[in-house]
């Protein structure tokens, strides 16, 4: 028996037509945010809440609705924007049928609240299955439109379930407003959940397509953007856009397309673009597209999909060969060079991405202006902040010194049997006078140092300078805010005007470009014991070691000056004897006519007696009652001056130290005192000069004094020395090679 045909009941209709055009909450979002764009909108706000699938808020600031149009503004094929069917072929607007709003109001309760730029107050009213429920009633709001969708699907049991997921949901209507805000830069968009004070999409009004792509999609893909463009009068359309180049590459491709300005799909064109990047991006990787079409409308047919997300028309062959043409050319313009990141720093350092390929100083002018481009042999491939392991293993010898009177912080040692070196002779008896021992802290000094005169290593914090009206005070503030190079906490704040003055000449002689050498180099090694090789940036440089721990003390001893603490002798060494030694030393000068050498040697007894009080109090140089040197100076921690030097020095503090005026006496002192701490090649081991039996024997010496260069005397020159000007000129700091002159050289190879 044949069926029966009958006309299908208009509610059925209609929520026919309203599944095929409200497939899920984003097409209904599409919707009503094209129906704020016809009306002209600059603010378009969504809220949302569980997907859509609760409540779906769309708000504009657009011409509104008239009260008269609020009764069929939700019903079939009610609509502003035509009037014949001819109109479609010119049709310029995103909505044409006026089915929307029909179709959300079939799947759902709508209210409307609208107000236009004439009417004195907003009207609101509610909707169901295309009829106005009641006349619109008068309420407060702004200019424009306020739609509310409630309980989405609620009457379509088996669509509703097949929305189960609110989280895809609201992912699916992130993309769709994301797309349009991109399309549309002169207008803001936002969209959040319901409740939530912070939007997950947030266009502005003023800002461009580019600073739209980089707020949704990230700096990764903004800055590896190319602008397209182009146009072809014979086929009537203009394209323009952003597309990626072959920096950027993801797993699934994104692809935004615009044909008079709607969003829609078009596997063929996505097909023959995705053909031209298979050349440049890795297998199995796909592009950034952002591309938008303007063809003449009478050559579109939009009314082929009930969602609208496809369109015909025509040349369409000849459009995307034109536009795959000019993509491909603007990928070759755009493929002379690959940028490709490295880590340089351990895992879990905090460094951003901008950080990890660092361009040299004099390389920004050349990379400047081209999206930081960083070349081979511009490329830094060190950084100064790395650590290296054998700084956390202190040798057991006494950081420095490797000669007679080796002083070690627990056991003794003497010089290798049979090593012949300078001063051997003259230095034999200096065994009775300092013998090797503890380098034991004074117990008067501030500051707690641990056995064997040292304190935990620990960063250094700048030094403060600060001045005070008196000239010396007791520093009421005893914390760990103001401490000495060695560590140690200031006792005192010094305000010697002679002082004041040599700290102000060191500030004025500082040379800005060195000294950031000195804080951001990377230590290379010790070539001897008075050169050593240091790389910054990308240049490698030759430094006098001897000179650059000389200028160190000296502005130690300046800028901690009365602030030192002790570093005590374990048995008095005599002045006398110390003097006697000095003289028969070819390098003090001494000749028959100066006199007996006992003689003098009594006279600096003598002399140096007589200044014990300031050399204990503002230098830390101890003499005891019988003429005995008792404590030095502790100027940085872990280090012990070469004490082979001891004798000279003392002849040297009473005859070349100006006693007369304050200032020349500090300045002079201070220099001869920076001198013998200074790392010298006479009084180190010299490795060339011994046998194998006595180099396995100075291993450790050897070891000794490069770790205490490159851990103690060089990690204090990054803190504490100011290079002076003079440093350029003298050859104590040479440039040895720099990379783009070395890369020059292997090109011609």
């Known amino acids: 028996m044949a069926g029966?045909?009958?006309?299908?009941?208009?509610?059925?209709?209609?929520?026919?037509?309203?599944?095929?055009?409200?497939?899920?909450?984003?097409?209904?979002?599409?919707?009503?945010?094209?129906?704020?764009?016809?009306?002209?909108?600059?603010?378009?706000?969504?809220?949302?809440?569980?997907?859509?699938?609760?409540?779906?808020?769309?708000?504009?600031?657009?011409?509104?609705?008239?009260?008269?149009?609020?009764?069929?503004?939700?019903e079939r094929f009610t609509t502003s924007k035509l009037q014949k069917f001819e109109d479609l072929a010119s049709i310029s607007t995103y909505g044409f049928r006026g089915e929307a709003l029909a179709s959300i109001s079939h799947v759902a309760h709508v209210t409307v609240t609208t107000k236009t730029a004439n009417a004195k107050c907003a009207y609101r009213a509610t909707y169901s299955d295309g009829k106005i429920k009641a006349p619109p009633k008068p309420c407060a709001g702004n200019q424009g439109t306020q739609i509310t969708v409630e309980?989405?699907?609620?009457?379509?049991?088996?669509?509703?379930?097949?929305?189960?997921?609110?989280?895809?949901?609201?992912?699916?209507?992130?993309?769709?407003?994301?797309?349009?805000?991109?399309?549309?830069?002169?207008?803001?968009?936002?969209?959040?959940?319901?409740?939530?004070?912070?939007?997950?999409?947030?266009?502005?009004?003023?800002?461009?397509?580019?600073?739209?792509?980089?707020?949704?999609?990230?700096?990764?893909?903004?800055?590896?953007?190319?602008?397209?463009?182009?146009?072809?009068?014979?086929?009537?359309?203009?394209?323009?856009?952003?597309?990626?180049?072959?920096?950027?590459?993801?797993?699934?491709?994104?692809?935004?397309?615009?044909?008079?300005?709607?969003?829609v799909e078009s596997a063929a064109l996505r097909k023959a673009i995705e053909t031209v990047y298979a050349a440049y991006l890795?297998?199995?990787?796909?592009?950034?597209?952002?591309?938008?079409?303007?063809?003449?409308?009478?050559?579109?047919?939009?009314?082929?999909?009930?969602?609208?997300?496809?369109?015909?028309?025509?040349?369409?062959?000849?459009?995307?060969?034109?536009?795959?043409?000019?993509?491909?050319?603007?990928?070759?313009?755009?493929?002379?060079?690959?940028?490709?990141?490295?880590?340089?720093?351990?895992?879990?350092?905090?460094?951003?991405?901008s950080e990890v390929v660092k361009a040299s100083a004099n390389s920004s002018a050349a990379t400047k202006g081209?999206?930081?481009?960083?070349?081979?042999?511009?490329?830094?491939?060190?950084?100064?902040?790395?650590?290296?392991?054998?700084?956390?293993?202190?040798?057991?010898?006494?950081?420095?010194?490797?000669?007679?009177?080796?002083m070690t912080t627990e056991a003794n040692a003497g010089p290798p049997e049979g090593a012949v070196r300078p001063q051997d002779t003259e230095?034999?008896?200096?065994?009775?006078?300092?013998?090797?021992?503890?380098?034991?802290?004074?117990?008067?000094?501030?500051?707690?140092?641990?056995?064997?005169g040292r304190l935990s290593p620990e960063t250094v914090p700048p030094r403060k300078r600060p001045r005070e009206d008196a000239d010396i005070e007791v520093e009421k503030d005893d914390t760990r805010k103001d401490m000495t190079a060695a560590c140690t906490p200031r006792r005192r704040i010094i305000n010697l005007t002679s002082v004041l003055t040599l700290q102000e000449e060191i500030s004025n002689q500082a040379h800005a470009n060195l000294q950031e050498m000195l804080h951001d180099h990377s230590f290379v090694g010790c070539v001897s014991p008075q050169w050593a090789l240091a790389q910054y940036q990308t240049k490698l440089y030759l430094l006098n070691t001897t000179k650059l721990s000389q200028e160190l003390f000296y502005q130690i001893l300046i800028y901690d000056f009365a602030n030192f603490g002790v570093l005590r002798l374990s048995e008095p060494a005599p002045l006398y004897e110390?003097?006697?030694?000095?003289?028969?030393d070819p390098e003090s000068g001494w000749?028959?006519?100066?006199?007996?050498?006992?003689?003098?040697?009594?006279?600096?007894?003598?002399?140096?007696?007589?200044?014990?009080?300031?050399?204990?109090?503002?230098?830390?140089?101890?003499?005891?009652?019988?003429?005995?040197?008792?404590?030095?100076?502790?100027?940085?921690?872990?280090?012990?001056?070469?004490?082979?030097?001891?004798?000279?020095?003392?002849?040297?503090?009473?005859?070349?130290?100006?006693?007369?005026?304050?200032?020349?006496?500090?300045?002079?002192?201070?220099?001869?005192?920076?001198?013998?701490?200074?790392?010298?090649?006479?009084?180190?081991?010299?490795?060339?000069?011994?046998?194998?039996?006595?180099?396995?024997?100075?291993?450790?010496?050897?070891?000794t004094w490069k770790w205490t260069v490159e851990h103690v005397l060089y990690k204090a020159f990054r803190t504490h020395l100011l290079p002076p000007k003079h440093f350029t000129e003298d050859g104590n700091i040479l440039q040895l090679a720099n990379l783009p002159d070395l890369y020059k050289v292997f090109e011609r190879c």
């Open 151 to 263: 309980d989405l699907f609620y009457n379509v049991n088996t669509r509703r379930k097949a929305l189960k997921n609110p989280n895809e949901e609201y992912a699916k209507i992130l993309e769709v407003v994301s797309r349009y805000a991109i399309h549309n830069s002169g207008i803001s968009f936002s969209v959040k959940k319901q409740g939530d004070t912070v939007s997950d999409v947030r266009t502005l009004s003023n800002a461009s397509t580019v600073d739209n792509i980089r707020s949704i999609f990230g700096n990764a893909v903004s800055r590896e953007l190319i602008e397209v463009g182009c146009e072809e009068a014979s086929l009537a359309f203009k394209m323009k856009g952003y597309i990626t180049n072959a920096n950027y590459s993801v797993k699934k491709c994104i692809f935004l397309l615009f044909i008079n300005n709607r969003l």
């Open 427 to 452: 230095m034999e008896d200096v065994n009775d006078l300092v013998e090797m021992a503890d380098v034991q802290e004074d117990t008067a000094m501030p500051g707690g140092l641990s056995e064997g």
């Open 282 to 353: 890795p297998k199995s990787t796909h592009p950034f597209l952002y591309l938008s079409l303007e063809i003449a409308p009478q050559n579109v047919d939009v009314n082929v999909h009930p969602t609208k997300h496809e369109v015909h028309f025509l040349h369409e062959d000849s459009i995307l060969e034109r536009v795959q043409q000019h993509v491909e050319s603007k990928l070759l313009g755009s493929n002379s060079s690959r940028m490709y990141f490295t880590q340089t720093l351990l895992p879990g350092a905090d460094c951003s991405s």
């Open 591 to 703: 000749t028959e006519e100066d006199g007996p050498k006992e003689g003098l040697a009594e006279y600096i007894v003598e002399f140096l007696q007589k200044k014990t009080e300031m050399l204990k109090d503002y230098f830390s140089l101890e003499i005891d009652e019988e003429g005995n040197l008792i404590g030095l100076p502790l100027l940085i921690d872990n280090y012990v001056p070469p004490l082979e030097g001891l004798p000279m020095f003392i002849l040297r503090l009473a005859t070349e130290v100006n006693w007369d005026e304050e200032k020349e006496c500090f300045e002079s002192l201070s220099k001869e005192l920076a001198m013998f701490y200074s790392i010298r090649k006479q009084y180190i081991i010299d490795e060339a000069n011994l046998t194998d039996s006595q180099n396995e024997d100075s291993d450790s010496g050897s070891t």
């Open 578 to 584: 110390l003097s006697m030694l000095a003289l028969e």
């Open 370 to 406: 081209t999206s930081d481009k960083i070349y081979a042999h511009q490329m830094v491939r060190t950084d100064s902040r790395e650590q290296k392991l054998d700084a956390f293993l202190q040798p057991v010898n006494n950081p420095l010194s490797t000669g007679p009177t080796e």
């Open 4 to 74: 029966v045909i009958r006309r299908l009941d208009e509610s059925v209709v209609n929520r026919i037509a309203a599944g095929e055009v409200i497939q899920r909450p984003a097409n209904a979002i599409k919707e009503m945010i094209e129906n704020c764009l016809d009306a002209k909108s600059t603010s378009i706000q969504v809220v949302v809440k569980e997907g859509g699938l609760k409540l779906i808020q769309v708000q504009d600031n657009g011409c509104g609705i008239r009260k008269e149009d609020l009764d069929i503004v939700c």
